[in-house]
Each structure stands twice: as C-alpha cells, then as structure tokens.
C-alpha cells in the first residue's frame, strides 16, 4: 500500500492464472487515487486522494508519464 497521512493513496494489485499448479499468467497493476474529491463514507477515514490532500487537481497524464520514466530507468538499470 501507498499511504499518505496514514491514509491510503494506491496500490499495487496482482493476479494470477494457475493451471495444475502451475502459474501460466501474472497480471500486475497500479492503482493510485489522483484527482478524487468525495471517497464513500465506507472509506472515507482510510483512505485519500492527491486532490483531497493537497487541495488541487493534478494531471493524470504526468504522474503516468513521469513514473513510466522513472520504471523504465530503473528497470534498465535491473537488467544490466
């Protein structure tokens, strides 16, 4: 879990297909909540949004950019 002000922002969430015991898919996501301004009552005081916290919008396609760059560097940097 992300958390930000003992809050969670994202995540990252996984999945798996097993055939006879054996994993034949692995599905990995990122979830991270950026411009949310209202959350459910069910999870209003566990969890948060970049927009709740810091009282702005924040572009969507920025964050993914900026960390897919970040990913890709470090991922290089992995696999030397």
């Known amino acids: 879990d992300l958390m930000c002000n003992n809050k969670k922002i994202g995540g990252i969430l996984t999945e798996s ?12 996501g990122i979830g991270f909540n950026v411009n ?23 572009s969507r396609e920025k964050i993914i950019s900026e960390f897919l760059n970040i ?10």
């Open 17 to 28: 297909i097993s055939q006879n015991s054996i994993v034949k898919k692995i599905f990995i």
């Open 71 to 80: 990913f890709e560097n470090e991922f290089k940097e992995l696999i030397k």
């Open 36 to 58: 949310s301004k209202k959350l459910d009552k069910e999870i209003e005081n566990i969890a948060t949004s970049l927009c709740l916290e810091f009282d702005k919008e924040f």
